[in-house]
């Protein structure tokens, strides 16, 4: 991929490591937990007390959702925004939130730490160039029909304009399998790895759609070599206004975080054994 002039691998630029307050992205392993939409000030303010006792290192919620119907819940807007100003207040979390339009990336700029370009904008070059003019982390989803070349092209978007503050997140693209939301496609990690310098999360609850397949690909994205997971936690996902078939309960997400902590000591081991 010898057009990718800023996102490529090369000798001088290996790993990015992404500080926020704290967590570096590209060194430690990354949880990002949270629900899909911001729904009430209880709501979110009860799962972020509840990522944050579990272990997450930041807060996920959308505040505006770009939905395949127009008749489905659109999120909550600058309402949304300050409930979850106010989760990270009262649980320290830096928000990680979408946004859609490019007219609006300055004020939202206001309210997240890092800003979050959903699979259907992955090639909105326009909103791209916009959040490359600031030096705000961006989270760049993988489109669900994009090929790696596309993706990283995106972020050269990105990178072009200035800010250095790319994170790759897969999330499943569309196969011809139905029987999950999407297919996950963690083969994608090692070979991002190979190719560019850029740190790359795995989203297991976009990527399956399906309760019983997020913590086993979890797991699996550990050992796939991913920095960081994004998973959807809700308090009563039954009653959730988007993706209530893939939220995760703060109960089971803390048993994922408990395996996920011995995994990565397990995974951790033995590249160190590899490396010696």
């Not at 899909?36 to 807060?59: F, H, I, P, R, Y």
């Not at 936690?233 to 009653?239: K, L, Q, S």
Request: with cysteine.
């Amino acid at each position: 991929m010898d057009d990718l002039k800023l996102a490529g691998i090369s000798k001088e630029k290996k790993h990015t490591v992404i500080e926020i307050n704290g967590i570096k992205i590209g060194k430690d392993f990354v949880v990002i937990a949270g629900p899909c939409s911001v729904e009430s000030e209880e709501q979110t303010l009860k799962t972020a007390v509840a990522v944050k006792k579990a272990g997450a290192d930041m807060l996920r919620g959308g505040a505006f959702k770009p939905r395949t119907s127009p008749y489905a819940f659109q999120g909550l807007g600058i309402e949304g925004f300050k409930i979850l100003e106010k989760a990270r207040k009262e649980t320290g979390l830096p928000i990680v939130t979408e946004v859609i339009d490019a007219r609006d990336v300055s004020w939202v700029c206001e309210y997240a730490d890092v800003i979050q370009i959903g699979a259907r904008n992955m090639q909105n070059y326009a909103l791209l160039k916009e959040v490359g003019k600031l030096k705000k982390p961006v989270l760049l989803k993988r489109g669900m029909h994009s090929t790696l070349s596309e993706w990283l092209n995106c972020a050269e978007y990105i990178l072009a304009e200035g800010n250095p503050n790319v994170i790759l997140c897969e999330r499943g693209i569309k196969t011809f399998e139905t029987y999950t939301r999407n297919t996950l496609d963690l083969s994608i990690v090692p070979a991002a790895k190979e190719v560019t310098h850029l740190p790359i999360f795995v989203d297991p609850s976009h990527g399956t759609g399906k309760l019983s397949l997020i913590e086993s690909m979890t797991y699996a994205s550990i050992f796939a070599g991913a920095d960081g997971i994004m998973l959807e936690v809700h308090i009563e996902p039954e009653t959730a206004m988007s993706d209530s078939d893939q939220q995760l309960r703060p109960e089971d997400f803390e048993k994922i975080m408990n395996k996920i902590k011995k995994l990565k000591q397990s995974y951790d081991t033995i590249v160190v054994e590899e490396i010696g």
